[in-house]
């Protein structure tokens, strides 16, 4: 770490921070964040890579209109960690507004914007609280792309995709909300267009997002869509047996009864093949 100055909580200042590492390419960091708290907590996440990897972060931009005037100015970083949610409005509205030429990294304590942030040379999505581990993978997937295209390309969103599921969510239970372990999540549902989250021990959570979002972003080796209400885990399918037409009842392994899930005719062997992979 060397001895310059730290970006203020709204600031642009230009390489503030240097985290040496091993002898390799320089990654030159811009952070687009509006809280100070959420800079603070990315700039010790970095610093703890110090012996990896060589991270120069150049400056923090705190708002939209902030981040706009510093790459008009002509900042050209290597890599952006930007929160999706500024004080002046979404981060998307940046990209509408000036070239960024680099990947970025999207963090947020939220997970409405997951599709969206890939539009936006997007390789990758964090939610907070970010923790070291996943920043580790984010910024070694970073390297492994920048070894592989050409520097000022569009990234492939097909790439950007290949690891971009989370471990866990973002869900709420009253006032509180809760980072809750995919492995724990026995299923989630739709109810009145409101999506609910069931875990191994009968909690229920409200989740602000659509099924068709989540289906999309979680591992179809362990989520699978039963009908159009209904996405399980594959890891609490208790049983499940036949019904007329061809349908199915699965019988998901919780502590909560009541649920009803039928898989229909259409896809019942989908199912089979899902269960028996």
């Not at 600031?11 to 503030?16: E, S, T």
């Not at 008009?72 to 940046?94: K, W």
């Not at 289906?215 to 007329?244: G, T």
């Amino acid at each position: 770490m060397s001895g310059k100055r730290r970006c203020s909580e709204r600031g642009v200042a230009a390489a503030y921070t240097t985290i040496r590492g091993e002898e390799g390419t320089m990654t030159n960091i811009v952070i687009i964040e509006d809280q100070s708290a959420g800079t603070g907590l990315l700039q010790g996440e970095l610093r703890k890579l110090a012996g990896e990897m060589e991270l120069d972060i150049l400056a923090c931009p705190g708002s939209v209109a902030a981040a706009v005037e510093w790459f008009r100015a002509g900042g050209q970083p290597d890599l952006v960690l930007c929160n999706t949610e500024l004080a002046d409005g979404h981060a998307f509205h940046l990209f509408s507004q000036v070239p960024v030429p680099a990947p970025v990294i999207f963090v947020t304590p939220y997970d409405p914007y997951v599709l969206q942030s890939f539009e936006y040379n997007g390789i990758h999505y964090l939610l907070k609280p970010v923790l070291g581990a996943e920043l580790r993978q984010a910024l070694r997937k970073f390297e492994w792309l920048r070894a592989r295209i050409v520097p000022g390309s569009k990234i492939d969103p097909s790439e950007s995709r290949v690891q971009r599921r989370h471990s866990r969510i973002i869900v709420q239970r009253g006032m509180e909300q809760v980072a809750l372990p995919l492995a724990d999540v026995v299923l989630f549902y739709t109810e009145n267009k409101v999506v609910f989250v069931v875990d191994r021990h009968g909690n229920k959570y409200l989740y602000e997002g659509v099924l068709q979002t989540l289906e999309a972003e979680l591992d179809p080796a362990q989520f699978f869509r039963a009908n159009r209400q209904f996405l399980i885990h594959i890891d609490y399918v208790h049983s499940f047996r036949s019904m007329e037409k061809s349908r199915l009842r699965v019988q998901m392994d919780i502590p909560a009864k009541g649920y009803e899930i039928i898989v229909s005719q259409e896809t019942a062997a989908r199912f089979r093949r899902w269960i028996e992979a």
